[in-house]
Every structure is written in structure tokens, then in C-alpha cells.
């Protein structure tokens, strides 16, 4: 598995295999082609389907010239839905073609170039033989990440907390309408109003982690920073959670670096062995895995064991399993900013029946078996159901891409 680096990345939405990757992809192209006069771009499969809602085009023009053309086409790559291909001209001659796939949470894959993949630093790749690993050594699911991660992993924890962190005061704040055709009302600020101001308490708890989440699925569909946890469309759930932990249950912010790091594992394996895309997996992939992480998270801010973490997690992903990614005029609005706030408050009950549960009986399902059956669903999933705007509610409200 890769580096936890890799799936916590500090960029600007509305989504990772969309805005994120297909501007990572065209940098890269640009720093190694920077003599070039100009570049043409085609857009495949949900990238041309969903493209223009989640702005792949402006990121690739900003990114590689205001001349770049750009073509949608109507079919798709069969290796992965979110296919690119890159086409470098100098002194009017085409003098090289590459094609990328943005495979989720901001990581592109190179066909036709030396462009390197990030290096595994994990020697494991399910999470029984992690555990295994860890109780042999007697260490904790932490201990294990700075095992194999750098030296610097920890300040790039904090980094990515106080990313996090920002990104959740900022939706805070602002108001509005959130940018393209749906206007919808921005509502995290007087959703936390609301919380402070009802006199029920357990609605108030629930309502301030829906706020956090809320706040951060909005700052990202106006394309402001986020950090993908696992993805810019799923990036609400993870922060809402470690915040609630911050303001309401004063854990300070050495202990939650920890709990993020827990995280990053899990997903670390559902992007190893499924996929974290919703062009590829469904809505389950993303706000799935999202919970998942953020379940074990909680679940270690609980000081549960390592088999109830995983229980918290498994959970986590099970009861967003078949979950469709139907975006309404391909925008990162509709259903995903409301999805971000059930994703949140699943987060914690899941590791709340964990830590109930895990005592009265076993789980029968381990994390690695959902994982599998994740992959299999996303399969089996209909393609108007992967982040492709022809079914579901962007069908039903008749929106086409970007419209
Ligand atoms: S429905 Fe889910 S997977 Fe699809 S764009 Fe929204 S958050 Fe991402």
C-alpha cells in the first residue's frame, strides 16, 4: 500500500478524480513538456459525462492554456471510466500522445509515459494480516503507520488536521449560493445556529456534527481548499467527526493526529484492494469508505480494541453498501452534501454499536470480506449509477452535465 500521503491530499474541489486528478495529470505533462505549443485534451467516460458540472475542463484549460482543446467523448477507456488522453504539439507536429486515468482521491495512473506511480511503502495489504502483524509486535494500529511511513509523517498529520480544521471554520462562515445551475443555498452556518440554540441536547449533538460536514461538502462544491478523506466529494464526513471530537469532547489535537492516521489506514486498504472512486465503485466507494474511516477513527478516540475498531469500520462500509452516485447536473451538490452529514452521524453510531455490540458477540463480517464485497457490488453497479448523471436523481431532475 502506498503512503497515507497519498490519500490525504491538501487541494482544492469539487472533486478529486475530476478537478483534482485531471490537474495533477496536466501539470505533470506540462513540467515534462513545457516547451510544447500546445496541447489537446480528450475526455472519456464519466470525465466527459460529469466533466463539466465538476469542472474538469476549466482545470485542465487553467492548467495547461487557455488554447487547450477539449473534446468529450461519447465512449469510454476500458481500463477505468475516468480516461484522459494527452496530445503534445510542437512546431505544429503531434509529438506525443499519452493517456491517464484519474483513478479516485486525486491519484492518476500513466499509460504511454515514464511518469513514476507512488512507491508502496506497506508491506501488507489486508487489514487481518495488519492485525496480525500488530499484535505479534504488541503495537497499536498507530504505532504501525509511523512504522513504515517517513520521518515527517506526523507533521504532515498535523498539516492535514489544520487543513481540515480550517475547512470546517470557513463553511462556518460563509453564505450564499453555491456556484452552477441547482443555486443551491448555502446552510452549514444556520445549521450550527440551530444546534447552539436548540435546548435538546442529543439534537444538538447531532445537529453540530451535521454542521461540520455540512460545512466542509459546501466549501468544496465552490472548488475552495478541502483535503481529500478519501475524496473531494466525501471529504465532509472524516473532518466532521475529528472536529466533534475537538470542540465537544475537548480531544486535544496530539490524539487526534492519531485517530487521522488510523483512518488513512483503513482506507489505505479499501483503495488497495476496491476502489475509492465513484466512476468506478458507486457513491459506496466514496461516502462508504469515508465512513469507514472516520468509524475507526472514532472508534480509537473511543480506546476500543483493534477487533471493535474493525468491527466500528466494517460497519461503517457495510450499511453504505450499493449506495449510487447520481449527482444531479453533475454537481457535487446533490445528494453529496446531505450524504455528508448521514455519513458523519453513521460514522459515530457505527462505532458506538462496536463498542456495544463487540461485547454481547463476534462479528461475523471482517473488514477485508466488505471490502471484497464492496469491489463486487460497484461491478455490478448499473453505469448510470457511477457518477455518469443518467440515472437516479440526476434522470429524475432532468439536468444534463453542467447545464
Ligand atoms: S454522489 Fe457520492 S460519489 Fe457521487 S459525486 Fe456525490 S459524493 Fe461523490
Redesign the pocket.
Known amino acids: 500500500m502506498e503512503s497515507i500521503r497519498q490519500l490525504f491530499k491538501i487541494g482544492f474541489g469539487p472533486?478529486s478524480s475530476h478537478t483534482m486528478g485531471p490537474q495533477i495529470a496536466s501539470s505533470q505533462i506540462k513540467e515534462i513538456y513545457h516547451d510544447a505549443d500546445r496541447f489537446e485534451v480528450d475526455l472519456y467516460g464519466s470525465l466527459a459525462l460529469t466533466g463539466k458540472g465538476h469542472l474538469t475542463d476549466y482545470i485542465i484549460k487553467k492548467t495547461l492554456g487557455e488554447d487547450t482543446v477539449i473534446h468529450f467523448k461519447s465512449d469510454a477507456l476500458s481500463y477505468h471510466p475516468n480516461g484522459m488522453r494527452f496530445y503534445v504539439y510542437k512546431d505544429n507536429e503531434l509529438i506525443k500522445t499519452i493517456t491517464a486515468y484519474s483513478v479516485g482521491g486525486g491519484e492518476v495512473e500513466f499509460e504511454g509515459s515514464d511518469i513514476e506511480k507512488p512507491q508502496e511503502v506497506y508491506p501488507h495489504h489486508h487489514l487481518n494480516e495488519i492485525i496480525t502483524y500488530i499484535e505479534d509486535n504488541g503495537i497499536s494500529f498507530y504505532d504501525y503507520v509511523l512504522n513504515y511511513e517517513d520521518e515527517d509523517i506526523k507533521s504532515y498529520l498535523f498539516e492535514v488536521l489544520d487543513a481540515m480544521f480550517s475547512c470546517v471554520q470557513n463553511g462556518l462562515k460563509h453564505e450564499g449560493v453555491i456556484p452552477g445551475r441547482l443555486k443551491l443555498k448555502r446552510v452549514a452556518k444556520a445549521m450550527y445556529q440551530q444546534a447552539i440554540n436548540t435546548r435538546r441536547e442529543s439534537e444538538r449533538e447531532r445537529l453540530l456534527v451535521s454542521s461540520y460536514a455540512y460545512a466542509v461538502a459546501e466549501e468544496n462544491a465552490c472548488g475552495n481548499r478541502i483535503v481529500t478523506a478519501p475524496?473531494c466529494?466525501?471529504s465532509g464526513i472524516l473532518p466532521a467527526v475529528l472536529y466533534y471530537c475537538y470542540k465537544q469532547l475537548n480531544i486535544p489535537r496530539k490524539e487526534l493526529i492519531k485517530a487521522l492516521a488510523v483512518a488513512g489506514l483503513f482506507g489505505n486498504v479499501i483503495k488497495k484492494n476496491a476502489t475509492i472512486s465513484?466512476a468506478d465503485g458507486?457513491?459506496q466507494?466514496?461516502?462508504g469508505s469515508a465512513c469507514a474511516m472516520a468509524a475507526a477513527a472514532y472508534g480509537w478516540i473511543l480506546e476500543l480494541n483493534n477487533s471493535l475498531i474493525e468491527y466500528a469500520a466494517e460497519m461503517g462500509l457495510e450499511h453504505n453498501l450499493g449506495?449510487?452516485?447520481?449527482?444531479v447536473g453533475g454537481y457535487?451538490q446533490i445528494?453529496?452534501i446531505e450524504?455528508n452529514g448521514f455519513g458523519a452521524l453513521r460514522a459515530i453510531d457505527a462505532a458506538m454499536y462496536a463498542k456495544q455490540l463487540g461485547y454481547l458477540r463476534k462479528n461475523k463480517v471482517s473488514f477485508d470480506s466488505i471490502v471484497k464485497v464492496m469491489k463486487e457490488t460497484g461491478k455490478d453497479l448499473n453505469s448510470a449509477y457511477k457518477?455518469t448523471s443518467l440515472g437516479g436523481l440526476a434522470k429524475e431532475f432532468g439536468l444534463k452535465d453542467g447545464d
Open positions: 472533486s475524496t466529494g466525501a465513484g458507486g457513491c466507494a466514496e461516502v449506495l449510487t452516485c447520481d449527482p457535487v445528494p453529496c450524504r457518477e
